[in-house]
């Protein structure tokens, strides 16, 4: 059984990247199945700390940004909106180039909350960070938590 509100388009997924940090960070959904979203990033200048490995905060953007996107298709959006809450990650080894790839799964899907296992590997499939996105599900015309 999927948990898609209805089949994702990852086309239009991808267009919705422009002029965004997504965009900068060359951010690609590539897959979908009934239980998980995929996208990968590009590791080169753009997401390097000083010293040429994959920056940790570049691998939470990624990580942010396919958990929240999930979210988003799991959701009513002509009711509700949903905004990260709390996002954690372990990095597990260092990157120097290539792609990585995150794979975001569903842990919680409540009605006010949401919360995604997002994994990150290297092109050799090895694990690189491991991540977890904690996203309020809020009723449009209200605030977000802590806004």
């Not at 990580?63 to 990260?84: N, P, Q, W």
């Not at 290297?122 to 904690?134: F, H, P, Q, V, Y």
Request: hydrophobic residues 40%; contains cysteine.
């Amino acid at each position: 059984m999927s948990v898609w509100r209805s089949p994702p388009d990852l086309d239009a997924l991808n267009a919705k990247q422009k002029n965004t940090i997504g965009e900068v960070l060359d951010i690609r959904f590539e897959a979908v199945d009934d239980q998980s979203l995929t996208a990968s990033m590009a590791v080169d200048e753009r997401t390097h700390q000083p010293y040429g490995l994959l920056h940790g905060g570049a691998s939470v953007v990624l990580a942010e940004t396919v958990g929240s996107t999930a979210s988003y298709l799991v959701i009513d959006t002509e009711r509700f909106f949903c905004v990260g809450i709390e996002v954690n990650a372990n990095h597990l080894r260092g990157v120097r180039s290539g792609r990585v790839t995150a794979v975001a799964h569903p842990v919680h899907i409540g009605r006010t909350t949401h919360v995604w296992d997002i994994r990150l590997t290297t092109e050799d499939g090895k694990a690189c960070c491991i991540s977890r996105l904690t996203v309020a599900v809020v009723p449009h015309g209200e605030q977000p938590p802590g806004r």
